[in-house]
């Protein structure tokens, strides 16, 4: 699975995306170490708070199946600029994803930007955090 079909795979999870309240569909696709890929849209509500983002719910789905170890994520929308992962989806992919694993950020018209997980989200608060509190 390469970078491309990797995108690809997240534009065909946009098209499950629900999305009744800002119109924004998004897709995300995580490629597991093994070689699966785990799909996710953003699923919002009506009681907007509770949304979920799709790269929240392929993650969950991934771990929610057993599988925590992961080589890259795309996320794409139909954006002027690739969709940025949000601070609450970047916490979670700090919490679950290697520190230089690759996000794959992508729009419509085709423009690709490529990060770490570190450049997402520098100096994340993480377990290791609770680990040195004593007392
Ligand atoms: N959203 C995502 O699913 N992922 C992102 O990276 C950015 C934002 C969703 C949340 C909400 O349903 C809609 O996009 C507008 O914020």
């Known amino acids: 699975m390469d970078i491309e079909q990797l995108i690809q795979e997240a534009?065909?999870?946009?098209?499950?995306?629900?999305a009744p309240y800002s119109k924004f569909l998004v897709g995300a696709a995580l490629l597991a170490k093994d070689g699966t890929v785990y799909l996710g849209c953003?699923?919002?509500n009506a009681a907007y708070s509770v949304t979920v983002c799709a790269e929240r719910v392929?993650?969950?789905?991934?771990?929610s199946e057993g599988v925590s170890e992961f080589a890259a994520l795309a996320v794409t929308a139909d954006a002027d600029r690739p969709v940025s992962p949000c601070g609450a989806c970047r916490q979670?992919?700090?919490?679950?994803?290697p520190k230089n694993m690759k996000i794959i950020m992508s729009n419509s018209k085709g423009n690709i930007q490529e990060c770490?997980?570190?450049?997402?989200?520098?100096?994340?608060?993480?377990?290791?955090?609770?680990?040195?509190?004593?007392?």
């Open 11 to 18: 534009k065909r999870s946009r098209g499950n995306a629900y």
């Open 42 to 44: 953003n699923i919002e």
């Open 58 to 63: 392929a993650i969950f789905k991934a771990l």
């Open 92 to 97: 979670v992919i700090a919490e679950h994803c």
């Open 116 to 135: 770490t997980v570190m450049d997402l989200l520098p100096f994340a608060f993480s377990r290791e955090d609770l680990n040195e509190q004593h007392d």
